[in-house]
């Protein structure tokens, strides 16, 4: 058993679906290099789920993946019977920079490889999912998984700035279909035009997002709810190394919250967003997903009661 | 009596004394403008901390002053007997520009005015205050206050961006000398190089300050204290109108929490953070200080326990 959480009044949790990207990503930051590490939004997200659920990882990878980095996720117990390695091809690869601040990145290279010809299909024994995230990839790939659910699974939903700027419908198709829009402040701004967050996410919910979570990296999220708007710093970081997976750690960490508590209310999104900004906060002090994979229950544990502590007044 | 919020166990509130400046501003924003309205540190700071405590001004006006803004003033019992006025001159007068999303704004015009002449002198009565708002005026004047401050009080300091390029040294002596420092993520970066306020406050406490509020607009506000760290985000202002006087109300605000507890203890700080963050709010709903002089305490109040409640998790 890998190690999970153990949270109060929980049942058995229901197993995670996490469909998105499994790269490898060379990032320059103004302090550090890494080359070639193993990143990608499902990479992040299965991991951080990990934490407190099963998971089960939908995704491709080339002839190029190392074993060593397919064991990093069976050393948390992932199940990869649905990450296709299609031997025709590389691993999906991103080259990009961080500029000082790391407020803003900066595309080098991006090497589509095994992914232009992705097409997830789900085996029987993942269609029947009841709690999904829809990592970053391609709008229509994220729609060709959510006709494939059958049970009426509560949905994740995440996107990057390129998919607003050159698929937009099929992407507002997905976001009104997801029970839960995860986006940045930036991807907010750029899909209602308002730009502060808290307009941001009451236009995406007034657009027909049933809810919405904005994060603002540094200072943290806010989650528009039909109960209310909750709002939670984020963890003061003090070695801030590579922002690359926060977005993925935050909305994985959440989705597997919700299935070990089998709940998704709006208090059951308020203790998960703790969790996830304790996770994320891991993420961001390391390149690629070392930190995370490595940090244990009790980090995770000790960085939600720290983040309790520092918010309640 | 001004209404003042009632707060348990709390002794009859200790005056507080609020040095700063007051000032005719003309402002354009991207959606309206306000001309020559009723501005300056000491008036927001002032009519903040009268929810909370008695308050004594000090400051200086011109002959220009107009009867209706002192009454505004007076209708909160602000004690006047230190506000002085200088018949040679004109009020100090502040034009400035508002940007799309309101980040940055933009000094189009200044006149001193009587500020030019102005030296602060404290009358006896004044001079024995326990809690004392150096609001943003020169740091040789706020130093002035604080040579005549007898009684070794709990003392805030504010500043903005020119005297941190103009006057550091004076700056650095007055934040060094103050109980409690309160600057915005600008001003802190500018103060310490550190581009995250988490650094920032860290390094601003590193480097002599002893409690240290960094202020991040929309975002919220993080306070450093030997006794740990508390982050709070900003109340959601669905109106943004007009940010002037944000900064003074919140330290005018959680001063006047201070004064009226008794109590500058790090629970004391949050507590009154939450209730400067309510009043903060109120003042950037409209222009110049009417929505924050009529909003009444239970409006106050109200949005206080809002904020509480969309925190807690």
Redesign the interface.
Known sequence: MPARIRLPRSPAPSPVLVVGSVAYDSIETPHAKGERILGGSASYASLAASYFAPVQMVGVVGHDFAARDRKKFERREIDLSALQTDETGRTFFWRGRYH??YNRRETLELELNVFERFHPRLPASHQSARFALLGNIRPDLQLHVLDQLTENPFVVADTIDIWIETQRDALMQVLHRASLTVVNDTEATKLTGE?????AG?ALRASGCRTVIVK?G???A?LFHED???????Y???E?RDPTGAGDTFAGSLLGYLAARGDTSFAAL??G??YATAVASLTVEAFSCDRLASAGCAEIRRRRREL??????
């Open positions: 000082e601040n730009s502060n967050a808290v307009a009451r603002k540094e200072h943290g806010v209310g708007l909750f709002a939670l710093p984020a003061p970081v003090t801030l308020r203790e967003m703790g309790s502590k520092m918010t309640r007044f």
